[in-house]
């Protein structure tokens, strides 16, 4: 270690398989701080030598994780008011050996929705489980002003009552709990508008597992999965079949850990750099594996980018072939929109397409490399030869191809700005702007698809069938 060096460590059992250390060192690199992060594995009888340690040795910071998110509280020095109504922390902060405690669990769940332009003011919401990260979600909930029924099982109902009641205590909104059984679901979803699962359900091993029945889930509901392995879980794969929108667990994992990290260095955390390391930590041993079992030299491909035109379907076919394949689903422009706080509109409007240029090229640098994802492009992405080079590293590039009067159909029924058209209903001008660009679709497609008059769903299993033929060809 450097001379200096300021330690910061995640206190819990197991951390074994904890992402934090590569997320946090990652970020502290990007920063250039003289900062390092470990894990250590502490159980119950040892915590309070822990922590007791961490302040004699001026710790700058820790994370807490399960199971000592409630007992460590009365060790600590104070905690903020958000620990204080969730009754639980998960982020220290030394301050010359006094010691706060706060909770970022219910921030970045709010992060998370707030990066899918999701308020939850107003909205019914339906969590699954009462444990923890039950705890933190459902705060974040009604502390936003939505409606919110916890359901867990019957023999632990009281946990759920526990926490409705806490809840209530300072909730504008009603905040109830359910036994979590078939008929409360049924009766639960065909109102709900949010849908948070918050118990283990789905995870590795047990990924082919669903609390929910694939025919509860409804086009208008998000789904919220704060399972992050694997990615993409059967809760939220049924929820993509039906339509509705969906937010992975890892999500809230980064924004939890970002917002740690400005709580330890006082500096804005680099989430784009916390999100890519996550996501590699989490394929580094599946991608291993799937390496190991081709020919050597021959290089493995397991994303998919979506380039074409405006309006050809790339967002609503990426999420259809997300859910079929399992792969986590990316919208670049979206990607774009968070990492810069702005619209794309906005983008253009104050800074120009030049700026808005540079942003897309460190969005594809920040999830190029990142394996097992649908990457949907914005209709721009290919004028930039950068973009497309780390695009096809890992990625087979398909091109949506449609013709312009049906792009014309579609663009007029989205209520979504084109910056870069002066009137999106002049035929003639997209007309000259989709001649321009195709020979730039074609030259970096490696499969091409018209999909005029195919539906989203048509159009994605084309997709799946030729990049079977495509692997095939390749192998041979």
Known sequence: MKPGVKICALLGDPVEQSFSPAMHNAAFSDKGLNYIYVASRVDDTSLKAAIEGARALGIAGLNITIPHKVSVIPMLDEIDDVSQRIGAVNTVVNNGGVLKGYNTDAAGFTKALAGKNVN???????VLGAGGASMAV???????????????????????SRLAHKLSDFSRVPVEAIALNPQNLERSLAKTDILVNATSVGMHPGKNHSLVPESLLRPEMLVFDLVYNPL???????????????????????????????????????????????????????????????????????????????GSGKTT????LAGKTGKRLVELDRLIEINAGSTIPEIFSARGETAFREAEIDAVKEIAEVPNQVISCGGGVVLNKINMDRLKENAVVVYLEVNTDEIMQRMQSQSIEKPVLNDPCDPDEVRQLVNFREPFYRSYADISINSTGLTAEDTAQEIILRLKNHALHNQG
């Not at 459902?138 to 759920?160: K, T």
């Not at 996501?279 to 081709?294: D, F, G, V, Y």
């Not at 076919?317 to 259809?320: K, M, Q």
């Open 232 to 310: 993409q879980t059967k809760l939220l794969s049924d929820a993509d079949q039906a339509g509705a929108q969906t937010i992975n667990g890892l999500e809230m994992l980064v924004w939890q850990g970002a917002l740690a990290f400005e709580l330890w260095t006082g500096l804005a955390p680099p989430v784009g750099i916390m999100r890519t390391q996550a996501l590699k930590e989490l394929e580094n041993n599946s991608l291993n594996i799937t390496r190991r079992r081709k020919p050597a030299g021959q290089k493995v491909k397991s994303s998919i980018a979506l380039i074409g035109f405006m």
């Open 120 to 126: 939850p003011e107003g909205k019914r919401a339906v």
């Open 317 to 320: 076919v990426g999420r259809i």
């Open 138 to 160: 459902s705060y974040a909930l009604v502390e936003a002003g939505a409606s919110v029924v916890i359901m867990n099982r019957l023999a632990r109902l009281d946990e759920a």
